[in-house]
Every structure is written in structure tokens, then in C-alpha cells.
């Protein structure tokens, strides 16, 4: 069963950077599509990045040019690099995946964009 574990959240001031880490239980090698989410308080979860194998990536408007989704299937490991940070970014934000049929989620790590 696979396992998602984000970190790296925390409060910053806007126009600052953060890089959220998602570490997976399991290998992420055969993974087609490693996917970050945001729910800010009081909205639904948005899509925020996606990146298919190693090399495809896409965005939601509101962050490109900004954020920047990496993997590295050596460590099992995705990343969000997020620059240029506004308070609209605020929010818990979630790894997904779907391994062997099976949606997963993490349990979420909390960035605050607020001076």
C-alpha cells in the first residue's frame, strides 16, 4: 500500500519561496502522473501542478511561471518549488498519485503566505 508524505510547509512573507517535498512508500518509477493539490479554507481542492514521467509538466494558471514540479524517482521523492509567493497561495497543500488502480493521498503540509 502506498504511503505519501509531504513536508516543507510553513509561514513565509509574500514574495518568498518554498519547496514542498512528497515522499512515497513505495517507487514511483512506474507512476505515470505525480500530482499536487490545494485546498485553501472555505474552497474546493485545485489542481496546482502535474508531471507525467519525468519530463511533462503542467500547471493551473495561477502559478505558472512560479512554481516548478520536479520528481526523482531515485528517491521516491516529488517536489513543488514554489517562487514568487502571494497570500492567495495560502492553503494545505496535498501529493497525489494513483498506484496499482488506487487513488492516494498524503495528509497534507500547510503553507501560509502572509507578512
Known amino acids: 500500500q502506498m504511503q505519501l508524505v509531504e513536508s516543507g510547509g510553513g509561514l513565509v512573507q509574500p514574495g518568498g519561496s518554498l519547496r514542498l517535498s512528497c515522499a512515497a512508500s513505495?517507487?514511483?518509477?512506474?507512476?505515470?502522473?505525480m500530482v499536487w493539490y490545494r485546498q485553501a479554507p472555505g474552497k474546493e481542492r485545485e489542481l496546482v501542478a502535474t508531471?507525467?514521467?519525468?519530463?511533462?509538466?503542467t500547471y493551473a494558471d495561477s502559478v505558472k511561471g512560479r512554481f516548478t514540479i520536479s520528481r526523482d524517482s531515485a528517491k521516491n521523492t516529488v517536489y513543488l518549488q514554489m517562487n514568487s509567493l502571494k497570500p492567495e497561495d495560502t492553503a494545505v497543500y496535498y501529493c497525489?498519485?494513483?498506484?496499482?488502480?488506487?487513488?492516494?493521498w498524503g495528509q497534507g503540509t500547510q503553507v501560509t503566505v502572509s507578512s
Open positions: 513505495e517507487s514511483i518509477f512506474s507512476i505515470h502522473d
Open positions: 508531471i507525467f514521467n519525468s519530463t511533462t509538466t
Open positions: 497525489n498519485c494513483i498506484f496499482r488502480g488506487f487513488y492516494y
